[in-house]
């Protein structure tokens, strides 16, 4: 490889780096994701000009095929389907990984063999890949609700994936050593004759169940993190198929998206306050707490509730110094973000000082409140992180709570049974009036009730968060 194209990897490189730092700020991240698609555009460019590309038509078909799904994908998802639309990303991502890791390696075993070290990334690539591959496709099906969310456990389960990975250990170590002429051919005692491609088959085919193994005994609750997870997966998996076939690009990349991933993942469990281990062994919240729903309507399970009407809600905001808006998973669902920063303007012309209160797992994604509010164009200055709003919330007239739940449970503080205790939470209670928009008394994803709204100081206003929304609106400017 020229020196050239090593020169222009390294600038791809430098892209996404400066790009995903640019990411970790709302008022930089299109700016970031711009200058990463660029690097990507530059590390692809250099790739086509490499001389090991066999054929230009077969790699034109497959951008035109790729971006055309890409973009009717981009345009048609709707927002509270990007879970499963990146589910589905990652699982293509460590599924080419297996296919070139392998194509790679029967090239190399045709010509006398594959070194240790390549034949060592080959199988971890090929490990990794199938379990990234099958692994998203569950948590697809699973958030698609093609498959159950409930978290599925059956007896034995963890010792026999133990038994499973072991049985993939010793394929792969098969493979690693030389395979029918290696050093554990006696081992295998002929189990995969002289062929080289029954124990890769085998090795993919095992690795695929165990990515079904391992994500179905998981609650569909738990899918964003275990997707951030698999997203790492693919990271590594591509990093090792670069070793593979000796890119430098890839290496880079992929080890950037491996270490993004685990840090997003080590972020999500923290806000959460949840280990790793207990989202991926915990078998928690089955179904996303509508399992547990109450029935709709004033009464939950922790008694009567104060309900208000839009008239006299709208009076309470429109006379308000400080109003805090809290959007939660139902802003998402009622697609009501435009409608909010309508009301929030409306507000700020009547002197209101406005801003919104951001949690980092508000949502079903992370940053979904923040890209859902930059579709609206709500000014990044009036979007506070929890830590700094929460001191202002006690000096604030109004809380608008918009289908939010979990987020501003104080259980969370203090009830220490509740599977949400620890959970860093928007201490929207300790403002002087609490206006909770939300459709019925049905809980949120942790299925559990949220005594919030049985405080003195809150009031309930039914319905669909943008239907109420409008009638906010109309509501203040009558006021
Ligand atoms: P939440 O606790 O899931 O509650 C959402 C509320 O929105 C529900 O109580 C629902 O009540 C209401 N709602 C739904 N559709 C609505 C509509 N059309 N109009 C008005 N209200 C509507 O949401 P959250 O407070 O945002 O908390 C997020 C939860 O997800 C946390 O438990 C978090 O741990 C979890 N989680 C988040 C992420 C992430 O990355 N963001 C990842 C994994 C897990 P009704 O049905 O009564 O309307």
Redesign the pocket.
């Known amino acids: 490889m020229s020196a050239l194209m090593e020169l222009a990897y390294l600038l791809a490189a430098v892209f996404f780096i400066v790009g995903l730092k640019w990411l970790s700020s709302p008022a930089t991240a299109r700016n970031g994701n711009a200058l990463a698609s660029v690097g990507m555009l530059i590390a692809i460019v250099v790739t086509l000009f490499e001389q090991r590309i066999v054929s230009f038509s077969g790699i034109l078909i497959g951008i035109i095929i790729g971006a055309s799904v890409g973009a009717i994908l981009a345009r048609t998802i709707k927002m509270t389907a990007m879970?499963q639309m990146v589910a589905i990303l990652n699982g293509f991502g460590g599924g080419a990984s297996v296919l070139v890791a392998s194509a790679e390696f029967l090239r190399v075993s045709g010509q006398g063999g594959a070194p240790v070290d390549v034949s060592f990334s080959v199988q971890f690539s090929i490990l990794v890949g199938a379990v990234t591959f099958s692994g998203s496709l569950v948590a697809f099906g699973k958030l698609q609700e093609l498959v159950a969310g409930q978290a599925v456990t059956y007896p034995l389960q963890k010792p026999l994936n133990a038994l499973l990975l072991l049985a993939i250990l010793l394929t792969a170590a098969y493979l690693v050593v030389g395979g029918p002429e290696g050093a554990l051919s006696g081992v295998f005692a002929g189990l995969f004759g002289n062929s080289i491609v029954m124990p890769l088959i085998t090795l993919v085919v095992l690795s695929l169940i165990l990515g079904v193994l391992t994500v179905l005994p998981i609650g569909g609750?738990?899918?964003?993190?275990v997707i951030?997870l698999l997203n790492s997966y693919s990271g590594i998996a591509a990093a090792s198929t670069g070793f593979v076939i000796s890119n430098n690009g890839l290496i880079i990349s992929g080890a950037l998206v491996g270490a993004s991933g685990i840090i997003l993942t080590m972020i999500?469990c923290k806000?959460?306050n949840r280990s790793l281990a207990n989202v991926l062994f915990g078998a928690f919240?089955a179904g996303?707490?509508e399992s547990a729903?109450a029935e709709?309507g004033p009464v939950g399970a922790g008694g009567s509730v104060r309900q208000v009407s839009a008239e006299d809600a709208a009076i309470m905001l429109a006379y308000a110094k400080t109003a805090v808006v809290v959007?939660?998973?139902?802003?998402?669902?009622?697609q009501?973000q435009h409608t909010v920063r309508e009301l929030a303007t409306l507000l700020e012309e009547r002197g209101v000082d406005v801003k919104y209160a951001i949690?980092?797992?508000?949502?079903?994604?992370?940053?979904?409140?923040n890209v859902l509010l930059a579709e609206a164009d709500v000014p990044y200055e009036q979007l506070w992180e929890m830590e700094r709003i929460n001191p202002e919330l006690e000096r604030t007239d109004v809380a608008l709570v918009?289908?939010?739940?979990?987020?501003?449970?104080p259980a969370a503080r203090h009830t220490e049974s509740s599977p949400?205790y620890g959970?860093p939470i928007l201490d929207v209670d300790r403002a002087q009036q609490v206006i909770v928009?939300?459709?019925?008394?049905?809980?949120?994803?942790?299925g559990i009730d949220?005594e919030l709204f049985y405080n003195q100081n809150t009031s309930m206003l039914?319905?669909?968060?943008?239907?109420?929304l409008t009638k906010l609106i109309a509501e203040v400017k009558e006021a």
Request: charged share 10%; glycine share 16%.
């Open positions: 879970p609750a738990d899918m964003p993190v951030s999500m806000a959460m919240s996303g707490g729903a709709g959007p939660g998973y139902g802003l998402a669902v009622s009501a949690h980092p797992v508000a949502g079903r994604m992370p940053g979904h409140m918009i289908g939010a739940n979990d987020v501003v449970n949400i959970m928009l939300k459709r019925s008394m049905n809980p949120g994803f942790a949220n039914f319905g669909d968060a943008k239907a109420s």
